[in-house]
């Protein structure tokens, strides 16, 4: 993903990976302007799917970034122990620093990315995310960033479920 964050006219760079890996590089001078730091919230991270940009929620007049986070893949396929739930993340897009962050409702970990569409007054974002697994059943959600932003999906929308496979591909609005 890719926004401007120095002001220079030339977007950073924005990539997520495996092992809590999240980082902004410079887009003129390939340096690390911020990476994740996993000791924040002293939970366990695991991996950052796709970050999607949303509107300034932390008032440091920078796009903030909403970004899914979970699946330990450390543990083999259809393996059900030590599956921690994801979370919805929300990061200041300026320094990384986590603003909000929500687990999946159904207590399972997660491996879409986000998919988020401004309301139509411009001041919310409605938001589908999914939970489970490639064996793990899970649940295709809709939710908005205010929800996300006070921590609490539970009352998120349940669109549809599975009890063999969970909800890996991004959707589209």
């Given at each position: 993903s890719l926004m401007d964050i120095t002001g220079d006219q030339v977007p950073e760079i924005f990539i997520?990976?495996?092992?809590?890996?999240?980082?902004?590089?410079n887009g003129?001078?390939?340096?690390?302007?911020?990476?994740?730091?996993?000791?924040?919230?002293?939970?366990?991270w695991f991996n950052f799917y796709n970050p999607q940009f949303v509107a300034d929620q932390d008032g440091d007049g920078t796009k903030d970034?909403?970004?899914?986070?979970?699946?330990?893949?450390?543990?083999?396929?259809?393996?059900?122990?030590?599956?921690?739930?994801?979370?919805l993340v929300v990061l200041s897009g300026g320094t990384g620093?986590?603003?909000?962050?929500?687990?999946?409702?159904?207590?399972?970990?997660?491996?879409?990315?986000?998919?988020?569409?401004?309301t139509a007054n411009g001041k919310d974002y409605k938001?589908?995310?999914?939970?489970?697994?490639?064996t793990i059943g899970g649940h295709l959600y809709a939710t908005t960033l205010s929800q996300i932003m006070k921590g609490d999906l539970s009352?998120?929308?349940?669109?549809?479920?599975?009890?063999?496979?969970?909800?890996i591909a991004p959707a589209v609005w």
């Open positions: 997520g990976g495996r092992s809590a890996q999240l980082k902004a590089i003129k001078t390939g340096e690390v302007i911020w990476n994740f730091d996993r000791s924040q919230g002293g939970i366990k970034i909403l970004v899914s986070n979970g699946g330990n893949v450390m543990i083999a396929s259809g393996e059900s122990k030590g599956r921690l739930p994801g979370n620093k986590r603003l909000a962050r929500a687990a999946m409702p159904d207590g399972k970990e997660t491996y879409m990315s986000v998919a988020a569409l401004p938001v589908i995310f999914g939970s489970g697994g490639e009352n998120a929308k349940k669109l549809d479920q599975s009890p063999d496979k969970g909800y």
